[in-house]
T-cell receptor, first 115, second 118 residues
Framework: AQSVTQLGSHVSVSEGALVLLRCNYSSSVPPYLFWYVQYPNQGLQLLLKYTSAATLVKGINGFEAEFKKSETSFHLTKPSAHMSDAAEYFCAVSVFTGANSKLTFGKGITLSVRP | NAGVMQNPRHLVRRRGQEARLRCSPVKGHSHVYWYRQLPEEGLKFMVYLQKENIIDESGMPKERFSAEFPKEGPSILRIQQVVRGDSAAYFC????????????????FGQGTRLTVV
């Protein structure tokens, strides 16, 4: 079985500051890792994904994440926060078991951006 | 090019009533997943369906909940005799048929149905 840990439930940064959202995973087989963003009363939008290719993954809106197997981590970063980045962010893990690619999500982190 | 469509967006039911949530996947997608999001929690997997088949229902409550994905029409998540604890956001996601030796690596999510039980 796999699991995801997102430490802390809320992160607050100033506009223009570095964004760092942490994600650690547990998986007995090589994982696929994802970051999703959810705006209020909306569905989930995929930011980026790791699927065993390059360990540094670039996504939309200037976000990127690095897969570190030794640390079982997949932290999300953005060099400069924008007000529009305020949302909830979910890290998720999936393993390939035939066609079933169900996702296991972390509890999410709410990102606030101060002017 | 419509994405995953869920309806209704908001649903209010009294305790004991039935709730029916609909999900139309991305055109051409034959795999549907249902997730539930409780307040202050992440999404929890409920069930995975392919056309006319339930493949994995390990996350479904044992009673009152059922899901289907018929040959024609949307996928339906049905909750009978709803209770206050069923109040949550229910999300549907769809993905295409995986290629041989290539997994589904992206699921497209709908905007969810927010169920409130009063």
């Amino acid at each position: 079985a796999q699991s995801v840990t997102q430490l802390g439930s809320h992160v607050s940064v100033s506009e223009g500051a570095l964004v760092l959202l942490r994600c650690n995973y547990s998986s007995s087989v090589p994982p696929y890792l994802f970051w999703y963003v959810q705006y209020p009363n909306q569905g989930l939008q995929l930011l980026l994904k790791y699927t065993s290719a390059a360990t540094l993954v670039k996504g939309i809106n200037g976000f990127e994440a690095e897969f570190k197997k030794s640390e079982t981590s997949f932290h999300l970063t953005k060099p400069s926060a924008h007000m529009s980045d305020a949302a909830e962010y979910f890290c998720a893990v999936s393993v390939f078991t035939g066609a079933n690619s169900k996702l296991t999500f972390g509890k999410g982190i709410t990102l606030s951006v101060r002017p | 090019n419509a994405g995953v469509m869920q309806n209704p967006r908001h649903l209010v039911r009294r305790r004991g009533q039935e709730a029916r949530l609909r999900c139309s996947p991305v055109k051409g997608h034959s795999h549907v997943y249902w997730y539930r999001q409780l307040p202050e929690e992440g999404l929890k997997f409920m069930v995975y369906l392919q056309k006319e088949n339930i493949i994995d229902e390990s996350g479904m409550p044992k009673e009152r909940f059922s899901a289907e994905f018929p040959k024609e029409g949307p996928s339906i998540l049905r909750i009978q005799q709803v209770v206050r604890g069923d109040s949550a956001a229910y999300f549907c996601a769809s993905s295409p048929e995986p290629g041989q030796r290539r997994p589904n690596t992206e699921a497209f999510f709908g905007q969810g149905t927010r169920l409130t039980v009063v």
